[in-house]
């Protein structure tokens, strides 16, 4: 098996033919992904698949979350709203390119597991917080980006609600089983929205999208 880290340059080598901001394959580089998947799947880590991470929920394909994370054109001022904390390793990544995340996840233990790794590598600027009964943080809010790591039926009036105009969303919409990723770009005079192709993804539960 080859070490980790040579794993990683090769994944990340990979990676840079589709993905064209530097920074996110930068961030992508530093993090151990080893340590966001269960002992079992580590040999696997860099493979570029999803991988289950317990509680029928999964640590997305490296490429989607490189593509998710590009999507949201992030500088390093933002604070970002995240849908689904999972491993925490899309967490890990939104924090070394935004100024704050504040993540929310559903499965306590997750929650938990999640924030043990991220305190484990030193992240202080990240909260967690086990969801609510509606989207999102709106505490927080308004966010200049989210990102939503499940699938929903519809864009959710809730999560554009604490979008800051200006502001970028990407979601998964579609059906419980398959869903096309969206870019959203919250506007004064109505959203744009781009359609960036199909993918897979967990449902997104709560009032305004799936019920459990």
């Known amino acids: 098996m080859k070490d980790f880290e040579a794993a990683r340059a090769e994944l990340i080598e990979q990676l840079s033919s589709e993905i064209r901001d530097k920074r996110v394959l930068a961030a992508m580089s530093r993090i151990p992904r080893e340590k966001f998947v269960p002992l079992g799947s580590r040999h696997l880590a860099y493979e570029d698949r999803p991988l289950p991470i317990g509680w029928e929920q999964t640590i997305s ?4 979350i490189a593509l998710m994370t590009e999507v949201l054109e992030l500088t390093g001022s933002e604070k970002v709203l995240e849908l689904g904390t999972g491993s925490g390793y899309q967490t890990a990544i939104l924090a070394e390119l935004a100024r704050t995340v ?7 233990a997750l929650a938990e597991s999640a924030r043990k790794v991220l305190d484990s590598l030193g992240y202080k600027n990240i909260e967690i917080h086990l969801a609510e009964e509606t989207l999102g943080w709106e505490k927080r809010a308004p966010y200049d980006a989210i990102m939503v790591t499940a699938g929903a039926p519809d864009i959710p009036d809730e999560l554009l609600n604490q979008l800051a105009v200006g502001g970028r969303m990407v979601i998964p919409v579609g059906s419980r089983y398959v869903q096309e990723l969206c870019k959203v770009i919250k506007r004064q005079d109505g959203n744009q929205v781009q359609k960036l192709g199909g993918c897979r993804f967990v449902a997104l539960i709560g009032k305004d999208a799936w019920e459990s």
């Open 61 to 64: 394909q490296p490429y989607i």
């Open 102 to 108: 504040v993540t929310v996840e559903r499965v306590s």
